[in-house]
């Protein structure tokens, strides 16, 4: 509580930086109730923006995302916030500026940046003794003779990506120069863009389960320096080039193996500099043991609904409770009791449009599903090169362990029936 200058006790200002994939927005306004004020800190001419309305009535609205930090703070400071939390990791690092000159609990602008491009990551993590692959930037103006000589460098296989992107953006896998080259050539028509081409982690032996991929998440929070791990969240296979199809909490990791994956994400979070807020660290599991795929400085994606279902926590809450300085008080790793997950279904690689879809409404009648997300319309295009937001639907439920998830996962990818209009072969 903060005082009044008549005496009276108001909860703290937080602000909400809220983005076109922040959370929900009803889920943000029921975990602030009873905890802080929203200040909502918007960018103009986004989704988001286009809500201020419904925004005014629960709370400040400020439209001073993206602009120099210098007007965004001058916006804010009067408002005499507490703290600020953000959902995404877009526009992480201008966040961190902001809450530096506000003088907010958050991580400092350097971490953020090192959270935020996937190069400078990398170099952080191995002056923190953490192993990666070695890996080449490609700078957006290089002209082909220069990428060409870059590429000449680059180990392979590798896995091509962008340096500041999320979901799997134009990242593909490729076996040689020639490949990244025609990679190259198919991204030249996008906005210019840093990429970087690393080397490709090595498969290790399949995880135990049967039908799990070889690489999971760790989802940790950090309270000044404090790293609590929460959970790993387990993955089946990706679809081409490299599509989340699901994710499940708890994973069938344990024991030495567990040990191991979460001891390499502690070393990693220090490596970054992290102290604030929550963070999803991708793991690999490698022939050689686990290895770090790469570090967002965010809530995973779907991770806030599982850890609800599974554990009955609020990760939405609990980090706004860090960033007003409070203890949200979760122990780790906590006790949970069945599997939560969510099932992407993900179109072929060569669907471009989507004419008709069927099935959808049984969804709900499956044991343990919460909820189902449509996240295509018909006539929708698509393009695998979008990455894990390529998908047509999401899924979200609880099951009695990991066989029951299987099922619900393969009754999903079974019964809802879409049309595609497929790719040609000039494309």
């Not at 989802?219 to 296979?237: F, K, W, Y």
């Not at 699901?246 to 069938?252: Q, V």
């Not at 609880?398 to 996962?409: M, T």
């Amino acid at each position: 509580m903060i005082q009044t200058g008549d005496g009276r006790s108001e909860l703290p200002r937080l602000i909400v930086v809220f983005q076109d994939d922040s959370p929900d927005f009803m889920q943000l306004v029921e975990a602030a109730r009873g905890l802080c004020q929203v200040v909502w800190l918007v960018a103009v001419g986004t989704q988001a923006a286009e809500m201020a309305p419904m925004m005014e009535r629960l709370g400040m609205v400020v439209p001073a995302l993206g602009e120099p930090v210098d007007v965004a703070v001058a916006a804010l400071a009067p408002l005499a916030p507490d703290g600020i939390v953000t959902f995404s990791d877009s526009a992480i690092d201008h966040v961190a500026a902001i809450a530096a000159r506000l003088g907010l609990r958050f991580d400092d602008e350097r971490t953020a940046l090192t959270l935020r491009d996937k190069y400078v990551q990398r170099q952080a993590l191995r002056a923190g003794g953490v192993w990666t692959p070695p890996v080449v930037a490609l700078p957006p103006d290089a002209d082909r003779e220069t990428l060409a000589m870059l590429a000449a460098r680059a180990p392979y296989p590798a896995v091509l990506k962008p340096r500041r992107a999320a979901g799997s953006h134009h990242a593909f896998k490729v076996a040689n120069a020639q490949e990244l080259m025609t990679r190259l050539d198919e991204l030249a028509h996008e906005p210019p863009e840093e990429l970087l081409v690393e080397g490709y982690l090595s498969d290790g032996p399949a995880p135990p389960g049967g039908f799990v991929a070889g690489y999971l998440s760790v989802e940790s929070m950090t309270l000044d320096g404090v790293i609590r791990h929460l959970a790993t969240n387990g993955r089946t296979p990706m679809a081409y080039p490299l599509r989340e199809t699901s994710g499940f909490i708890p994973s069938t990791l344990a024991g030495e193996e567990l040990a191991a994956v979460l001891d390499l994400a502690t070393r990693a979070l220090r490596a970054v500099g992290v102290r604030w807020g929550f963070a999803h660290t991708e793991i690999k599991l490698t022939a050689d043991g686990p290895a770090v795929i790469e570090i967002n400085g965010r809530l995973g994606g779907g991770v806030p609904g599982m850890m609800s279902l599974v554990a009955g926590v609020d990760l939405i809450k609990a980090a706004m409770q860090i960033a007003l300085g409070l203890d949200p008080g979760l122990p780790a790793l906590p006790a949970t009791h069945g599997v939560a997950y969510y099932v992407a279904l993900q179109p072929p690689a060569d669907a471009r449009r989507i004419v008709a879809i069927d099935g959808v409404e049984r969804l709900s009648s499956l044991p343990g599903v919460k909820r189902v997300n449509i996240k295509q319309k018909l006539g929708a295009e698509l393009n695998p090169a979008d990455g894990t937001s390529n998908m047509i639907l999401v899924v979200l439920g609880l099951a009695p362990d990991h066989q029951g998830f299987l099922d619900v996962s393969e009754q999903v990818n079974r019964d809802v029936q879409v049309e595609y209009e497929y790719a040609t072969g000039d494309d």
